[in-house]
């Protein structure tokens, strides 16, 4: 008579290979949806710096208009066509010392 004993680790390794498996299948998802998220906020910093470099250079267009507008031969001009005179020796306003000293 032939007795037929089930081996118990073919039990084990028959429940522990899909687990891994799943296991592996639920990584490999997880790692494609953190890829994409990072590939899309790059893309987004991307656009984002493109936009800050394009203020920048407004931004130094615009200064640039500023200083020229406001440059002395400018203003000197300004101030002659409002008939204002350079004072050689100014008299400054007189500033209190007391509160010099409560700005520190």
């Not at 640039?64 to 031969?73: E, I, Y």
């Not at 204002?84 to 700005?103: G, H, I, R, T």
Request: charged share 20%; glycine share 4%.
């Amino acid at each position: 008579m032939t007795i037929i004993k089930v081996q118990h680790h073919d039990r084990i390794l028959g429940m522990i290979i899909p687990t891994l498996f799943a296991v592996a299948l639920v990584c490999a998802f997880v790692l494609v949806v953190f890829y994409n998220r990072l590939v899309n906020a790059t893309h987004a910093a991307a656009g984002l710096n493109d936009r800050l470099r394009a203020i920048e250079a407004e931004t130094t267009e615009l200064r640039d208009k500023l200083f020229a507008a406001t440059g002395s031969a400018e203003l000197e001009a300004l101030a002659g066509k409002r008939g204002l005179v350079k004072e050689k020796d100014p008299e400054y306003l007189p500033v209190d010392q007391s509160w010099l000293l409560a700005s520190h």
